[in-house]
């Protein structure tokens, strides 16, 4: 079964540096995520990606963060001058088709643990 | 603003027994729910998906029911088995592409 794999499943960063998060989505999905579940409580959308451009993001994606895709396969999440309270799960996400949409498919991969210290 | 929450944070149940997993959402022009299932230490996984235009969608031991009315979404499962233990989330579609969850419940079968 196809899946959305992420790299590394951990990463461990000083306060103020910059961190990258590496997603590999299914590879006819059209449709790329990020979003982020801080310890014990429920999964935030951060933003979604379309066409080589972000189609929507929320308040917590600001000018710390930025979204990437270098190549045919990768998407890539930036955080700039990490925080102690960006230590999160972080979860990738693509579709086939937008939310709802038909053959939808929006599939998670297994996450980067983030700690910044 | 957008909201989707759960009646209860934890539930548990005996082995072989069915389960309930109920949710509230606020936002009545909501269109589309999912429930999603997360294991410790990996990322939500589907289980089943309705649209607002359908009162109820049955997959492999799970029900999904929608009562647009009281704004109310829930899961059975049935026949729960050990692996069924996990966090479930209900989501809703909150914009063109991003998913609202809610906060989670722990279901813990009992042997």
């Known amino acids: 079964e196809p899946e959305v794999t992420q790299t590394p499943s951990h990463q461990v960063t000083q306060m103020g540096q910059e961190v990258i998060l590496r997603c590999v989505p299914i590879s006819n999905h059209l449709y790329f995520y990020w979003y982020r579940q801080i310890l014990g409580q429920k999964v935030e959308f951060l933003v979604s990606?379309?066409?080589?451009?972000?189609?929507?993001k929320s308040e917590i994606f600001d000018d710390q963060f930025s979204v990437e895709r270098p190549d045919g396969s990768n998407f890539t999440l930036k955080i700039r001058s990490t925080k102690l309270e960006d230590s999160a799960m972080y979860f990738c996400?693509?579709?086939?088709?937008?939310?709802?949409?038909?053959?939808?498919?929006?599939?998670f991969g297994s996450g980067t643990r983030l700690t910044v210290v | 603003g957008e909201s989707v929450g759960l009646h209860l944070p934890t539930l548990s149940v005996q082995e072989g027994d069915n389960s309930i997993i109920n949710c509230a959402y606020s936002?009545?022009?909501?269109?589309?729910f999912i429930w999603y299932k997360q294991e410790s230490g990996k990322g939500p996984q589907f289980i089943i998906d309705?649209?607002?235009?359908?009162d109820k969608r049955q997959g492999q031991r799970v029900t999904v029911l929608l009562n647009k009315t009281v704004k109310h979404l829930s899961l059975q499962i049935a026949a729960t088995q050990p692996g069924d233990s996990a966090v479930y989330f209900c989501?809703?579609?909150?914009?063109?592409?991003?998913?609202?969850f809610g906060q989670g419940t722990r279901l813990t079968i009992n042997p």
């Open positions: 996400a693509s579709s086939f088709t937008g939310t709802g949409g038909a053959g939808y498919g929006y599939t």
């Open positions: 936002n009545s022009a909501s269109d589309y």
């Open positions: 989501a809703e579609k909150g914009g063109a592409q991003k998913l609202v």
């Open positions: 309705i649209r607002s235009n359908m």
């Open positions: 990606f379309y066409n080589n451009e972000i189609s929507e």
